[in-house]
């Protein structure tokens, strides 16, 4: 057997290999990396326009899918501000005038001014539950390997958008890119994970960043300072009544 033919052979193999996966175990691998982990983490989000910059500071703590809490911690004018998610209600209390006020459990508005919208962040959710995968090929992502997965919504799944493209990493099962469609096809947003880094023994994109379509010059960027995998919950936690207390 010649070089070049021994080569084909293993490239042959390899593509097999690869493809004898189904979308969704590739998604399950994904998801288990972060998606519906109990955590407690801390964030950076600098939001970018064309005249102006912001960064806040915020907690974000997480019990399986269902349920999230979210605390600004800065800066002084949002500080104390709290998202709450559990089971299909979610809250948002304003300490301004220390009001908790009932949010809809779907929503693609901007959160915070920033650009992630509120269903992606307090309402996140599953892909492999919530839509049907099919595998479209390999492509490259910023020279990483990856599966290109197309998404479509089940029909009783409580989802905002048309379809979703997600493109995760060949050896690791890292969701590095995922674009946003509409019903209509069109491109939304698209949301990049880089700057890959080990937390608590765990390879994880420390960075995201989503940018919308059609607004030049915009983009949010999310910056993990810190994970922790193994939180301890108090009872209660994730209750309504302790937004006004969490710190």
């Given at each position: 057997?010649?070089?070049?033919?021994?080569?084909?052979?293993?490239?042959?193999?390899?593509?097999?290999?690869?493809?004898?996966?189904?979308?969704?175990?590739?998604?399950?691998?994904?998801?288990?990396?972060?998606?519906?982990?109990?955590?407690?983490?801390?964030?950076?989000?600098h939001?970018?326009?064309?005249?102006?910059?912001?960064?806040?500071?915020?907690?974000?703590?997480?019990?399986?899918?269902?349920?999230?809490?979210i605390?600004?911690?800065?800066?002084?004018?949002?500080?104390?501000?709290?998202?709450?998610?559990?089971?299909?209600?979610?809250?948002?209390?304003?300490?301004?005038?220390?009001?908790?006020?009932?949010?809809?459990?779907?929503?693609?508005?901007?959160?915070m001014?920033?650009?992630?919208?509120?269903?992606?962040?307090?309402?996140?959710?599953?892909?492999?539950?919530?839509?049907?995968?099919?595998?479209?090929?390999?492509?490259?992502?910023?020279?990483?390997?990856?599966?290109?997965?197309?998404?479509?919504?089940?029909?009783?799944?409580?989802?905002?958008?048309?379809?979703?493209?997600?493109?995760?990493?060949?050896?690791?099962?890292?969701?590095?890119?995922?674009?946003?469609?509409?019903?209509?096809?069109?491109?939304?947003?698209?949301?990049?994970?880089?700057?890959?880094?080990?937390?608590e023994?765990?390879?994880?994109?420390?960075?995201?960043?989503?940018?919308?379509?059609?607004?030049?010059g915009?983009?949010?960027?999310?910056?993990?300072?810190a994970?922790?995998?193994?939180?301890?919950?108090?009872?209660?936690?994730?209750?309504?009544?302790?937004m006004?207390?969490?710190?």
């Amino acid at each position: 057997m010649t070089t070049k033919v021994f080569k084909t052979f293993i490239l042959l193999c390899f593509s097999v290999t690869l493809f004898a996966q189904s979308p969704s175990s590739i998604l399950q691998k994904a998801e288990a990396k972060l998606s519906g982990a109990d955590l407690a983490a801390e964030v950076s989000i600098h939001t970018v326009r064309p005249r102006w910059e912001r960064t806040m500071e915020a907690k974000i703590w997480n019990q399986g899918l269902d349920k999230t809490m979210i605390l600004i911690t800065g800066p002084a004018r949002e500080k104390g501000t709290v998202f709450l998610r559990n089971g299909e209600d979610v809250w948002h209390f304003v300490p301004g005038i220390k009001k908790i006020v009932a949010l809809p459990a779907a929503m693609v508005q901007s959160w915070m001014g920033t650009d992630f919208t509120n269903d992606a962040l307090i309402n996140a959710g599953s892909l492999v539950e919530d839509y049907t995968p099919t595998l479209l090929g390999i492509t490259s992502v910023n020279g990483t390997n990856c599966f290109k997965i197309a998404l479509t919504p089940k029909a009783d799944a409580a989802v905002v958008w048309g379809e979703v493209i997600t493109f995760v990493s060949v050896d690791e099962f890292l969701q590095l890119r995922t674009e946003f469609y509409d019903e209509d096809e069109f491109l939304i947003t698209t949301l990049e994970a880089t700057e890959i880094k080990s937390f608590e023994g765990k390879r994880l994109p420390s960075k995201l960043r989503i940018t919308p379509a059609d607004e030049e010059g915009n983009f949010t960027e999310m910056t993990y300072k810190a994970l922790n995998f193994n939180p301890s919950f108090a009872e209660g936690f994730f209750e309504r009544s302790n937004m006004k207390l969490v710190e």
